[in-house]
């Protein structure tokens, strides 16, 4: 079983004189920087002078200066800009200013894990992963309560690396949910096998695939878009509610027979060959050095798989049937 911490694990008072810096004013960055802030802990936003987000993080009270000056006058430093990014950042805005006074923290592993980012063995390093997205974690905490995290140390030479992390964790509101204790290596292992074989990769190809037969053998795209991808809502969400067993005790024991008997058909031994192929590309390195690679060319190879899968035909008859659907909220 996974350790899980509560409330009474955390010693709130960690963050009493800290100032903690947030880089980042995305998804994550509002989040973390305002429920931090609500829960009365000094808050500084680290933003590029150009961005965008700058006015939005001002308008909310926060104050705002640049990556190099936050990571100068903060305690805590917690890293959210893209992935994609936090290499160059570091090297640029944080290496400068980083000594043993200093806790960096993350959301995500990638960078660390994979060693796009060296900190010296001397500072502490973090890991508080809010398991939702910014906006439904400041939601959440808005209504009074929270959204569940992952924490993990990647060096404490310290001895207070998971205890501060922990008190973190209570800042952003965490601690009113709970926080499983996982590793830097776990947390980016597994996110992205999921992202891969299931979240992203495998559900939106597993869709495609079965729009193309059915508009194959004829059948209207309209009908076809419907019955693959509409109504997958649906399904996720007794998923999410109850399990498996909830979304079968919802369905027709029609539905149900066939998910059972032709199912394990489709999702065969050759994609359990192929997503333990993933799982090892993963572990040993190979995609992270792909899309490293793949970044700093430029994204040519990622662009073009976007362009083309932009102009499936999929999603030309999606946006017309969503037309219809005015209690859908137009995401352009
Ligand atoms: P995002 O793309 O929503 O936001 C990134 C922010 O960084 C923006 O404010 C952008 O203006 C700013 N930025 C970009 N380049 C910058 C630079 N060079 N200097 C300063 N600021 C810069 O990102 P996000 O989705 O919030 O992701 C941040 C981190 O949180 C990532 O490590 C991600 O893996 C992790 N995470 C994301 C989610 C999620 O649901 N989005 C959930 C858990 C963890
Ligand atoms: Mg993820």
Same mark, same amino acid.
């Given at each position: ?61 926060l ?10 006058e ?9 992935d ?5 950042l570091?090297?640029e ?6 000594d ?11 960078n ?16 508080i992963a ?31 690396? @998971?205890?501060?992390? +922990?008190a =973190?964790?209570? $800042?952003v509101g965490?601690? %009113?949910?709970g926080?499983?204790? #996982? ?20 559900v939106?190809n597993?869709?495609k ?19 693959v991808?509409?109504?997958?809502k @649906?399904?996720?969400? +007794?998923? =999410?509610e109850? $399990?498996?067993?909830y979304m %079968?005790?919802?369905i027709?024991? #029609? ?13 065969d ?6 997503m333990k192929?993933?799982?090892?590309e ?31 035909e ?5 946006? %017309? ?6 209690f ?5």
């Amino acid at each position: 079983m996974a350790t899980i911490y509560y409330d009474k694990d955390a010693d709130k008072t960690r963050l009493d004189g800290k100032r903690v810096g947030i880089m980042g004013y995305g998804s994550q960055g509002h989040a973390h920087a305002l429920n931090l802030r609500d829960n009365g802990v000094d808050v500084v936003v680290g933003l590029q002078a150009a961005s965008k987000s700058r006015e939005k993080a001002e308008a909310e009270g926060l104050r705002v200066t640049s990556a190099a000056e936050v990571a100068k006058e903060s305690d805590v430093i917690m890293v959210l800009v893209p992935d994609t990014v936090q290499g160059a950042l570091y090297k640029e805005a944080i290496e400068p200013s980083i000594d043993s006074s200093k806790t960096l923290m993350f959301a995500h592993g990638f960078n660390i894990h994979y060693k796009e980012i060296v900190p010296p063995p001397d500072v502490d390093v973090s890991m508080i992963a809010p398991k939702a997205p910014g906006h439904r974690m400041r939601e959440v905490f808005v209504g009074g309560s929270g959204v569940p995290s992952l924490v993990a140390i990647h060096q404490d030479p310290s001895g207070n690396a @998971l205890a501060n992390a +922990l008190a =973190y964790g209570w $800042g952003v509101g965490s601690m %009113r949910a709970g926080i499983v204790a #996982t590793t830097f290596k776990e947390e980016t292992e597994t996110d992205l096998f999921g992202e891969q074989t299931v979240l992203c990769g495998g559900v939106s190809n597993l869709v495609k695939t079965a729009f193309e037969t059915l508009v194959e053998a004829g059948y209207q795209p309209e009908i076809a878009y419907f019955e693959v991808c509409h109504e997958l809502k @649906l399904i996720v969400d +007794l998923m =999410y509610e109850g $399990g498996l067993k909830y979304m %079968r005790y919802s369905i027709s024991e #029609t539905a149900e027979y066939g998910d059972y008997s032709r199912g394990p058909r489709v999702i065969d031994d050759h994609v359990r060959a192929t997503m333990k192929q993933v799982l090892t590309e993963i572990q040993d390195g190979t995609f992270a050095r792909e899309w490293i690679a793949e970044n700093h060319e430029g994204q040519p190879r990622f662009k073009a798989m976007r362009e083309a899968d932009a102009n499936h035909e999929i999603e030309e008859v999606g946006e %017309r049937l969503r037309e219809m659907m005015s209690f859908l909220k137009q995401t352009k």
